[in-house]
């Protein structure tokens, strides 16, 4: 789905660009703690770690103004191709395509993890990897039960 956003992107700058989209999966859960207030709290603790998944991989990449303004040029467009693919579909079928896009994103925080040679940053963005396993398996038990 974002692939082809991700490709328009230099390696050096995904790990920023994911974040980005980090807090535009934010919004979502926080929209689907609205529709679901039984579930409010877990639902605003996936945002909120999706806000910490993009506060701490920005701290750790850092960004030129040049390559900043690209890649919040793509954004509009990713965030519409990722909110796409939740229109007309049931909130719990939702729930479950976002906890396959958090495993998603798992591997991706692991696959720039690799590629970075900084042992600190190779740690915060395979802690990043670990705060999307948690939320899609908060999820996966929501759309079970």
Do not use: N
């Amino acid at each position: 789905m974002l692939a082809g956003f991700m490709a328009q992107v230099p390696a050096a700058s995904r790990p920023r660009f994911l974040a980005l989209l980090e807090r535009g999966a934010a919004t979502r859960y926080r929209y689907w703690a609205e529709q679901l207030p039984a579930h409010a709290a877990g639902l605003r603790a996936c945002a909120a770690r999706e806000e910490e998944i993009a506060t701490r991989s920005e701290a750790v990449v850092p960004i030129d103004a040049g390559a900043r303004e690209k890649l919040e040029s793509l954004i509009p467009a990713a965030r519409d191709a990722y909110y796409a693919i939740f229109d007309g579909v049931p909130i719990l079928e939702q729930l479950r395509i976002q906890a396959g896009a958090e495993r998603l994103g798992a591997g991706a925080w692991r696959g720039m993890a690799q590629a970075v040679t900084d042992a600190h940053a190779r740690e915060v963005l395979d802690g990043c990897a670990l705060l999307e396993e948690v939320s899609a398996s908060y999820l996966d038990t929501l759309v079970a039960g």
